[in-house]
């Protein structure tokens, strides 16, 4: 059974940061793509960043301000999020393609 937990948000302030964890069980991580989505309140889901097996990564426009990154050893995937701003505000989810995803944990950034 494939569980994706997700940790790491919460309130920050604007130009805050955080990092968020997906910490994967019943698959391992380097052996899929793994991605960060999120989902902001009356907007559809969007791709926030992916990893691939081979270590390839996409990100859609975060103007540079978010990375991924993956832990073998720890069988996690991880966001750093820095410069937040209100617009970031959304349920972050973590996925497994093509079709394992994180219950999602809240980030909100505001003053």
């Known amino acids: 059974q494939v569980q994706l937990v997700e940790s790491g948000g919460g309130l920050v302030q604007p130009g805050g940061s955080l990092r968020l964890s997906c910490a994967a069980s019943?698959?391992?991580?380097?052996?899929?793509?793994m991605g960060w989505y999120r989902q902001a309140p009356g907007k559809q889901r969007e791709l926030v960043a992916r990893?691939?097996?081979?270590?390839?990564i996409n990100y859609a426009d975060m103007e540079g301000r978010f990375t991924i990154s993956r832990d073998n050893a720890k069988n996690t995937v991880d966001l750093e999020m820095r410069s937040l701003q209100p617009e970031d505000t959304a349920v972050y989810y973590c996925?497994?393609?093509?079709?394992?995803w994180g219950q999602g944990t809240q980030v909100t950034v505001a003053s």
């Open positions: 996925h497994v393609t093509p079709l394992w």
């Open positions: 019943g698959i391992i991580v380097s052996t899929y793509t």
């Open positions: 990893i691939n097996r081979s270590g390839n």
